[in-house]
């Protein structure tokens, strides 16, 4: 599958009319998926635009990358969601993921996907690194912040490691360190069967780099949580998440530079 999907044989630009199809399919995709528990109404409009500049620039695999970083991501905030709910710790709107919330965590990898469209051949493994880390950081984020709210036994501050109350902006406990390792290794595993990472000999290489990396800017978020955030009202969990995922698309990108050096 690797093979059958080079990161060399993606598409170049579309013409007009694909772009048209693309905007077609993910409006007829979206009329049918609303009413699942996924989106508010504004929050599928902007998944709709951005399932459409991704199918545009990536053709179908980065398309599919985000719908199940999507699938995957609701169906985690979904976990314990009734105690999650009684103790005050749910996600507002039942889950439900709003415009902010959508451009939030995907903001970084649709700046990507028109940049690969754009760029020269040899550009273009980084450039899928950077962009597979941005969706592993987040929801690596996304699991380690659900399951350490419902299932965290020991709820610290990453900065100090004093303990605090679950859902506490920066704190971190040993379940949810090991939800958002699991969620990095999954959003992996996704990219690489759908062939959007280097192919061998460098697939292992790249996969474990982004591993790595979408837990250390889950880490590295958690730190802002509890530092610039706890400070400044203007910074919002949105804000602090495309900061997140940004982080993890140049911390990849650098460090696969420097690896195929």
């Not at 929801?139 to 380690?144: Q, S």
């Not at 109350?165 to 902006?169: K, N, Q, S």
């Given at each position: 599958?690797?093979?059958?999907?080079?990161?060399?044989?993606?598409p170049?630009?579309?013409?007009?009319?694909?772009?048209?199809?693309?905007?077609?399919?993910?409006?007829?995709?979206?009329?049918?998926?609303?009413?699942?528990?996924?989106?508010?109404?504004?929050?599928?409009?902007?998944?709709?635009i951005?399932?459409?500049?991704?199918?545009?620039c990536?053709?179908?695999?980065?398309?599919?990358?985000?719908?199940?970083?999507?699938?995957?991501?609701?169906?985690?905030?979904?976990?314990?969601?009734?105690?999650?709910?009684?103790?005050?710790?749910?996600?507002?709107?039942?889950?439900?993921?709003?415009?902010?919330?959508?451009?939030?965590?995907?903001?970084?990898?649709?700046?990507?996907?028109?940049v690969?469209?754009l760029?020269?051949?040899?550009?273009l493994?980084?450039?899928?690194?950077?962009?597979?880390?941005?969706?592993?950081?987040?929801?690596?984020?996304?699991?380690?912040?659900?399951?350490g709210?419902?299932?965290?036994?020991?709820t610290?501050?990453?900065?100090t490691?004093?303990?605090v109350?679950?859902?506490?902006?920066g704190a971190?406990?040993?379940?949810?360190?090991?939800?958002?390792?699991?969620?990095?290794?999954?959003?992996?595993?996704?990219?690489?069967?759908?062939?959007?990472?280097?192919?061998?000999?460098?697939?292992?290489?790249?996969?474990?780099?982004?591993?790595l990396?979408?837990?250390?800017?889950?880490?590295?978020?958690?730190?802002?949580g509890?530092?610039?955030?706890?400070?400044?009202?203007w910074?919002?969990?949105?804000?602090?998440?495309?900061?997140?995922?940004?982080?993890?698309?140049a911390?990849?990108?650098?460090?696969?530079?420097?690896?195929?050096?």
């Open positions: 599958m690797l093979a059958a999907f080079s990161p060399l044989a993606l170049a630009p579309q013409e007009p009319l694909a772009w048209l199809l693309a905007l077609a399919l993910n409006a007829a995709l979206i009329a049918v998926a609303q009413r699942l528990p996924l989106l508010t109404p504004a929050g599928w409009v902007h998944a709709g951005l399932g459409s500049v991704l199918w545009g990536l053709g179908v695999r980065g398309w599919l990358a985000v719908v199940g970083y999507l699938l995957l991501g609701s169906l985690v905030t979904r976990l314990g969601l009734r105690r999650k709910q009684a103790q005050g710790l749910a996600e507002a709107r039942g889950g439900r993921r709003g415009p902010e919330n959508v451009w939030g965590s995907a903001a970084t990898g649709a700046l990507l996907a028109m690969i469209a760029a020269p051949p040899a550009w493994p980084t450039l899928l690194v950077g962009f597979t880390a941005s969706f592993a950081a987040k929801l690596a984020d996304t699991c380690g912040s659900e399951i709210k419902r299932w965290g036994r020991r610290v501050l990453i900065t490691l004093r303990p109350p679950p859902g506490t902006e971190i406990s040993l379940e949810g360190t090991l939800a958002s390792l699991a969620g990095s290794v999954v959003m992996v595993l996704l990219a690489l069967g759908l062939g959007l990472l280097p192919g061998p000999p460098s697939a292992l290489t790249a996969a474990l780099l982004i591993v990396v979408g837990l250390a800017a889950t880490l590295l978020e958690s730190v802002i509890a530092t610039a955030q706890r400070r400044f009202a910074l919002s969990n949105e804000l602090v998440n495309g900061v997140q995922t940004a982080l993890a698309a911390l990849a990108m650098l460090a696969w530079g420097w690896l195929a050096a």
